[in-house]
Structure formats: C-alpha cells, structure tokens
C-alpha cells in the first residue's frame, strides 16, 4: 500500500528562505504573521518538521513559493527553467545521443555540440541547485539534532538520503570537485573549501550506510515519494556501478550486494511497461524513488511539464492527454541513434518492432534523420516519443490541462535488474544465470511473451538494453561515460562535437565546468580540467 507525502505541502510548507536559514509554516500562508516567525518558533511540532521535509523533497520538482512560478528560489534565473529535476535531465540527455532540443534556448546550442563552457546557463543552474539543496538539508538536520522521537528520527536520515543525492549528482556531473559544507558548517560569512571526487565518493558512501536503517522500511505500507531503505539501497549500488569512472576503483562487488538487498525488498516490475508512465504512475509497483508531480498542487515549468508538453506537437497532443489549454510545443524529438537501438522487421524503423517499448515512436510525417543541427531544426526531423503521458491508464486526463500528474519515475526495478548484469559482467560476482533471467524479466515485459529472450549478454548489449528501457529517463549521458563511449571518436552520433556525423570530443567533457561566477566568487574553488 502506497500513500502520498502530502502534496499540498510541496507548495505552501515555505514561508521564506534564505542561504543560510529556511522556516517552516503552515497551508494557509495568509494567516502568517511573517514579522514574528525564526528559527526558535517556526517548529513547534512534529508537523512543522514534516512541512520542512517536504520543502526538501519539493526542491527536486518546485522552483519557487509559488506555482507554477513566482518567489523563485534561486536569483539572477529564469524561474521556469531553474528546475533541479529538469536541469539534472537537461545536462545528462541533451548532451548524449537519443534526443534532440529544437529551440534557441540559453546554452542549449552548446549542449548539443559539446562546446559548452564554465558560463553556460543551464550548467549554472544545477550546480546552483546542489548548493541549494545541500544547504537547506543542512539547516533541517541541525534543527531536529538531539530530538528524541523515533519520527523524526526518520525526517532526519530521509533529509541526509536527499542531501547525499544532491552530492551524488556533484559527483557525478562535476567530478566532485564542488563546495562542501555539512550542518557542522554553522550558518555565517564563510567560503566553503572545495571537496574532491574520492572525498565526496566516500562521504556519499558513509552517509548512505549509515542512515539506512533509519529510513522507512521497504516490507511495510509507506509514504509514496518518501525515500525508504531500498532507495538508498539503489543509490548506493549506483554510486558502485559508476566507482570505475568516478574514482578509478572497482566496486562492483559491492554493487551486486546492494542490488540483491533491492531486489529482496518487495518491488515488483509492473507488468505493463506504460504504466510507469503515466499520470497515475503512483500505483505502480516498480518506482522505487519518485519526483512527484500533481497537476493541481505541485506546478511548475519543471520536467514533468517538459515531457509531456514538449514531446509532442499540437496536432497529437490528444495522445499524451494534452487538451484543452495545452500547450504542447514540440521541442524533443529523437535522434536516429536511438531509434535504431530496438528491433524493426529487416532493420526498417518505420515498421512496426516487437518490442513494445518502440511503440512510443511516432513516425508519422517524421523522418529517422536529424540531418540539419538540433537547434533550429524541424520537430519532424527525428520521430517524436510519446512515452510520458498525462494520462491515467484508464484512459482518462490528468487534473490539468497543462500541467502534469505523472510522477518522474528517478529510481526503479528494472534498472537494479540491468545494474545487477552490468555489475556481474564486470566481475562484481553473482550469479550468470540470476543475471540473465533479470535481463529477460525486463525483456518478457517489453515483448509481452518469451519472444525476446536472450541466452547471453554482454556489456555492449547491456548499454544498449539500457538504452531501451530507460529511455528519456536522464541517465544516457553518465551510461555512455561508464562505458567509455561519450568522449572519444569510437562511438559517433550525429551532430556529436557539432558535426553531422559526429566528432571526436575530449575527455575532460565526461565532466562539466565550475560556473565561473562561483570561482570568481570563492577563491578556495580550481576549476576542472579542461576548462
């Protein structure tokens, strides 16, 4: 049985924030008296705390106290597109090979064509979204240290998961060479030391060990978009699965330790692979740790807007239960690397595939090729994907015209089934054979029978199934770099480096630069090679 984390909360817990303290209040803000509140009246129950968990959580979806924009938490950038979610999606899909973006945006040109650098708009915004999000989780922890409720005990280590995810990205987006502070780090006028892969890898590593027992247990009903143990459990053997490329160490043993403790906790692959996609996608049994979008409570310009919105041209927007007031704008489609990841019948996309999964492809008046540069090109150069619905699987629209219900699916079971194989392929141990039949669960879920099964796999295939089943789901980018085929010329996909058929790119680019503004800033901070 899953329920929801109050969504409402996820718009009004926040009166006021600033960098170094955040108060909670309560729904009806009207009735606040905003003159009196600080940090010694804001908590007066255990409620209070919940309101400010949930600004927490809220931060990977909201973008401001108001929805869908308006008191924007972060100054100096367009609000709409200031969303932690959204730019985390934006910096690990627009910079690899399946899809495309077809507007001028601010610093997408340079996504496209690796030719980003240390100013880039949306590489500015996520790491200022880590900082803020690190720093808010720090002000939550110190205010219920030494509180003896085994409650909020709980708030507590679900508030160190949410600030390790943060740093996680840090990790895995910056290389790890980002500030750090913790709630040791007391509010005041300081600049933060600069951390560094190996450092942060272990610090991310030991809060997750240490917290897990602390978080909701997995066996037991639960608050759906709360994190539970099997999401720090996923966390971890993600932190594992990509240690080779993060730190130059092998952990992939201890990657297949932390999948089997996931796969061991109850979750199940939902039989119908659209369903995790859906604005009813609450329901599902797969989705171990969801970024929850309500069309009504939570709006906001964010990635569920993205996905649904702007996959899609007017003309089709029926199909992702777009009406009304929609406003679908077509600026994603598909790369013709990513097509051709599935199987057509003699290797011809515009047929039909077996695998079910290809079935989101639309084709009609698209062409396969993006054969001018993604920026400025036609939404029909490359197929549309209608993967991400408002819609329930009744059938029926979601609450709102525009914006969307579906949850962001971030971790899920099918993706521990294909980190177990990857991790055994990559002499983690387990089992072949318990590997193989993970593999082909997943498969027998996109094929809808046996049809598809495999009786052996290999890293490539992996890479390549991964890229089926997660599709658009913001992790090609850090797949391709573990797989040594991001940077480099021996994996080529069209307009890579800025050139039709793709270009060699360096690999200081499996990394992203410090925003020049904060070296400027913070003299403690070196930028990252490269730049």
Same mark, same amino acid.
């Given at each position: 049985?899953?329920?929801?984390?109050?969504?409402?909360?996820?718009?009004?817990?926040?009166?006021?924030?600033?960098?170094?303290?955040?108060?909670?209040?309560?729904?009806?803000?009207?009735?606040?008296?905003?003159?009196?509140?600080?940090?010694?009246?804001?908590?007066?129950?255990?409620?209070?705390?919940?309101?400010?968990?949930?600004?927490?959580?809220?931060?990977?979806?909201?973008?401001?106290?108001?929805?869908?924009?308006?008191?924007?938490?972060?100054?100096?950038?367009?609000?709409?597109?200031?969303?932690?979610?959204?730019?985390?999606?934006?910096?690990?899909?627009?910079?690899?090979?399946?899809?495309?973006?077809?507007?001028?945006?601010?610093?997408?040109?340079?996504?496209?064509?690796?030719?980003?650098?240390?100013?880039?708009? #949306?590489?500015?915004?996520?790491?200022?979204?880590?900082?803020?999000? #690190?720093?808010?989780?720090?002000?939550?922890?110190?205010?219920?240290?030494?509180?003896?409720?085994?409650?909020?005990?709980?708030?507590?280590?679900?508030?160190?998961?949410?600030?390790?995810?943060?740093?996680?990205?840090?990790?895995?987006?910056?290389?790890?060479?980002?500030?750090?502070?913790?709630?040791?780090?007391?509010?005041?006028?300081?600049?933060?030391?600069?951390?560094?892969?190996?450092?942060?890898?272990?610090?991310?590593?030991?809060?997750?060990?240490?917290?897990?027992?602390?978080?909701?247990?997995?066996?037991?009903?639960?608050?759906?978009?709360?994190?539970?143990?099997?999401?720090?459990?996923?966390?971890?053997?993600?932190?594992?699965?990509?240690?080779?490329?993060?730190?130059?160490?092998?952990?992939?043993?201890?990657?297949?330790?932390?999948?089997?403790?996931?796969?061991?906790?109850?979750?199940?692959?939902?039989?119908?692979?659209?369903?995790?996609?859906?604005?009813?996608?609450?329901?599902?049994?797969?989705?171990?740790?969801?970024?929850?979008?309500?069309?009504?409570?939570?709006?906001?310009?964010?990635?569920?807007?993205?996905?649904?919105?702007?996959?899609?041209?007017?003309?089709?927007?029926?199909?992702?239960?777009?009406?009304?007031?929609?406003?679908?704008?077509?600026?994603?489609?598909?790369?013709?690397?990513?097509?051709?990841?599935?199987?057509?019948?003699?290797?011809?996309?515009?047929?039909?595939?077996?695998?079910?999964?290809?079935?989101?492809?639309?084709?009609?008046?698209?062409?396969?090729? #993006?054969?001018?540069?993604?920026?400025?090109?036609?939404?029909?150069?490359?197929?549309?994907?209608?993967?991400?619905?408002?819609?329930?699987?009744?059938?029926?629209?979601?609450?709102?015209?525009?914006?969307?219900?579906?949850?962001?699916?971030?971790?899920?079971?099918?993706?521990?089934?294909?980190?177990?194989?990857?991790?055994?392929?990559?002499?983690?141990?387990?089992?072949?054979?318990?590997?193989?039949?993970?593999?082909?669960?997943?498969?027998?879920?996109?094929?809808?029978?046996?049809?598809?099964?495999?009786?052996?796999?290999?890293?490539?295939?992996?890479?390549?199934?991964?890229?089926?089943?997660?599709?658009?789901?913001?992790?090609?980018?850090?797949?391709?770099?573990?797989?040594?085929?991001?940077?480099?010329?021996?994996?080529?996909?069209?307009?890579?480096?800025?050139?039709?058929?793709?270009?060699?790119?360096?690999?200081?680019?499996?990394?992203?630069?410090?925003?020049?503004?904060?070296?400027?800033?913070?003299?403690?901070?070196?930028?990252?090679?490269?730049?």
């Amino acid at each position: 049985m899953k329920t929801y984390i109050d969504k409402t909360a996820y718009k009004y817990i926040v009166l006021c924030f600033s960098w170094f303290l955040a108060l909670g209040c309560t729904d009806d803000l009207d009735d606040i008296d905003t003159n009196n509140i600080n940090a010694n009246n804001a908590f007066q129950s255990t409620e209070d705390y919940l309101a400010f968990l949930g600004k927490l959580y809220g931060g990977l979806s909201l973008t401001g106290q108001e929805g869908p924009s308006g008191q924007g938490d972060l100054i100096g950038f367009d609000e709409g597109a200031s969303n932690y979610a959204r730019n985390y999606w934006n910096m690990n899909e627009f910079t690899a090979d399946a899809l495309k973006w077809r507007f001028s945006d601010s610093g997408f040109r340079e996504l496209h064509e690796h030719t980003w650098t240390a100013d880039n708009d #949306v590489i500015s915004v996520m790491y200022n979204r880590i900082i803020f999000q #690190v720093t808010q989780a720090n002000e939550f922890i110190r205010q219920v240290e030494g509180l003896e409720d085994t409650e909020i005990s709980t708030f507590r280590a679900e508030a160190r998961f949410l600030r390790a995810l943060s740093y996680y990205h840090g990790l895995e987006l910056f290389g790890g060479n980002i500030p750090f502070v913790t709630e040791d780090d007391l509010p005041g006028a300081f600049l933060p030391e600069q951390t560094n892969g190996t450092d942060l890898f272990a610090y991310i590593e030991s809060e997750l060990l240490a917290i897990q027992n602390d978080l909701l247990d997995p066996g037991q009903p639960r608050f759906y978009g709360r994190a539970d143990r099997a999401a720090a459990w996923t966390l971890l053997a993600k932190l594992y699965l990509n240690s080779e490329a993060f730190i130059g160490q092998d952990r992939f043993a201890d990657c297949i330790t932390f999948c089997e403790n996931v796969l061991g906790a109850g979750y199940q692959l939902d039989p119908e692979y659209g369903a995790l996609f859906r604005a009813d996608n609450n329901l599902a049994q797969g989705i171990i740790f969801p970024i929850p979008h309500d069309g009504v409570q939570t709006q906001s310009f964010g990635l569920g807007f993205i996905l649904t919105n702007g996959s899609v041209s007017s003309e089709v927007s029926a199909i992702l239960g777009l009406t009304g007031n929609a406003q679908a704008f077509a600026a994603i489609s598909c790369r013709e690397e990513f097509t051709r990841l599935y199987e057509y019948p003699n290797d011809d996309p515009f047929q039909d595939s077996p695998d079910g999964r290809a079935a989101f492809l639309y084709k009609d008046g698209h062409s396969i090729e #993006v054969p001018v540069p993604p920026i400025g090109s036609a939404f029909t150069d490359g197929f549309a994907f209608t993967k991400f619905r408002n819609m329930l699987t009744d059938g029926s629209s979601g609450q709102d015209d525009r914006q969307a219900d579906m949850d962001f699916p971030l971790f899920r079971l099918a993706d521990v089934h294909l980190m177990y194989a990857e991790a055994f392929l990559r002499g983690g141990g387990g089992s072949e054979a318990i590997a193989l039949d993970l593999v082909n669960q997943v498969r027998q879920r996109a094929y809808g029978d046996t049809s598809g099964d495999v009786t052996s796999i290999d890293l490539q295939f992996i890479l390549d199934e991964r890229g089926r089943e997660l599709s658009w789901e913001g992790q090609r980018r850090t797949d391709l770099v573990r797989f040594g085929q991001y940077t480099g010329s021996n994996y080529l996909w069209d307009w890579k480096g800025g050139a039709p058929q793709g270009a060699e790119i360096g690999e200081f680019r499996n990394i992203f630069p410090l925003p020049s503004s904060d070296l400027t800033a913070n003299p403690n901070l070196e930028q990252n090679p490269g730049y």
